[in-house]
């Protein structure tokens, strides 16, 4: 029996969606690290694939053939379960496999992943192959800022493409929006895909707060930088007022200044600073500062995820004051999937929302992404939360 449905149909439509993101590098754009947190994009390309072969093929296709016996060692990222690995630091060092052995790797796996699929799809079978297909759309994300970050990092400023738009401008004096104290249901509750981190579902109570509908933009953040916000001790957590002055930040990621004006390295390349633009590119640190500045402050995840219906999402990563925990009642995935959310909820803060990188179908209004406080090579923003 051949089954064509619209899981092939999806896993095949994201396969190609990360070919189509590379297709404007450079076969040198694919290789380097800057640092470790970009991971060059062949890495990428090679690690989204390893997954259908680690987690489907090898386990659940009798007689299967790896593409390489080493692969799993070149393109395992963080999963102890499953065996050794290439440092992180060391992906950029990699010159082989070649960008067109990652590509013959690619196409090897799909065709597997798709002759499979057409004979087995059994409940177990589909729910990992959903969880490849966000995770590779978690990846095409990455590509797109790993791509702006090795790009808008050397000196020559190199664009991306003249397409990729990552500026929408944000509505004017929407003001804020008042919620009312009160017990509220946070976590995912539908029937669809869900990550394990965003159950178990539970009550929270909240105070009244009101949270504000647009996302701060460049014009309100360069206020702060000429108010001497990147110099007022008062404003800054004591890591985050170290970690501004041994790394000499000013300004947002990517922001240049030239003869007195404020420019922005983007897809595009180098851009005018759009003033009615969400600010992009900064840190938890910065987002904090900036709320303190203004004498508000960041939402916690749960007021975020209440009031969203009443806002609009999705130009940036959302900086939350919330810490990256488990909810009640959270329970890991069996097994080495186990390690795919739950190993990080130490040390990170939530931020929701989505970002202009994200793929359509990939974010939910209970989606909850997590980075360290410092880092932001990301979409990130800000909204912010009036107490009443
Ligand atoms: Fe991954």
């Excluded at 095949?12 to 969606?17: A, E, G, I, K, V």
């Excluded at 694919?30 to 072969?53: A, C, L, N, R």
């Excluded at 496999?97 to 796996?109: A, G, K, L, N, W």
């Excluded at 009615?276 to 508000?296: D, L, M, N, R």
Aim: hydrophobic share 35%; net charge negative; glycine share 6%.
């Amino acid at each position: 029996m051949i089954i064509t449905d619209s899981l092939i149909t999806s896993f095949l439509q994201t396969r190609s969606d990360t070919e189509e993101i590379c297709a404007p590098l450079q076969t040198e754009d694919y290789v380097v690290q800057p640092i470790v947190d970009v991971s060059p994009p062949k890495w990428h390309m090679g690690h989204t694939t390893w997954f259908f072969e680690e987690f489907i093929l090898s386990k659940y296709l009798e007689n299967y053939k790896r593409f390489h016996p080493e692969y799993a060692y070149v393109f395992n990222s963080y999963y102890e379960s499953i065996g050794k690995r290439v440092i992180r630091t060391n992906r950029g060092n990699l010159s082989r496999p070649t960008v067109r052995e990652v590509y013959e790797y690619r196409d090897y796996i799909t065709s597997q992943m798709q002759s499979f699929l057409e004979e087995n799809q059994d409940f177990k079978i589909r729910e990992l192959v959903e969880i490849g297909i966000h995770h590779e759309k978690q990846h095409q994300e990455l590509l797109l800022t790993d791509i702006k970050f090795i790009l808008g990092t050397n000196p020559l400023l190199p664009k991306y493409n003249d397409t990729f738009t990552e500026n929408p401008i944000c509505d004017q004096n929407l003001g804020y929006n008042t919620i009312n104290e009160g017990v509220y249901e946070i976590g995912y509750a539908g029937n669809e895909f869900c990550y394990d981190n965003e159950l178990g579902r539970h009550k929270v109570f909240l105070e009244e707060y009101a949270i504000s509908n647009e996302l701060i933009t460049n014009r309100e953040y360069i206020e702060f930088i000429n108010d001497k916000g990147y110099e007022n001790s008062l404003l800054w957590h004591s890591e985050a007022w170290d970690w501004i002055h041994n790394s000499a930040i000013k300004t947002p990621l990517y922001w240049h200044i030239i003869e007195g004006q404020y420019y922005q390295y983007t897809l595009q390349g180098l851009k005018m600073i759009n003033p009615i633009a969400p600010v992009t590119h900064i840190s938890y640190y910065e987002a904090f500062a900036f709320a303190q500045w203004k004498g508000e402050r960041l939402p916690t995840e749960f007021e975020w995820e209440v009031a969203q219906p009443f806002f609009n999402w999705g130009k940036r990563w959302e900086w939350t004051e919330s810490a990256y925990l488990p909810y009640p009642n959270y329970k890991k995935a069996s097994g080495a999937l186990g390690e795919y959310n739950g190993k990080f909820m130490v040390n990170q803060k939530v931020l929701r929302g989505g970002s202009v990188a994200t793929p359509q179908n990939h974010i939910r209004p209970t989606y909850r992404n997590f980075f360290h406080p410092h880092l932001r090579w990301q979409f990130t923003g800000l909204r912010l939360v009036k107490e009443l």
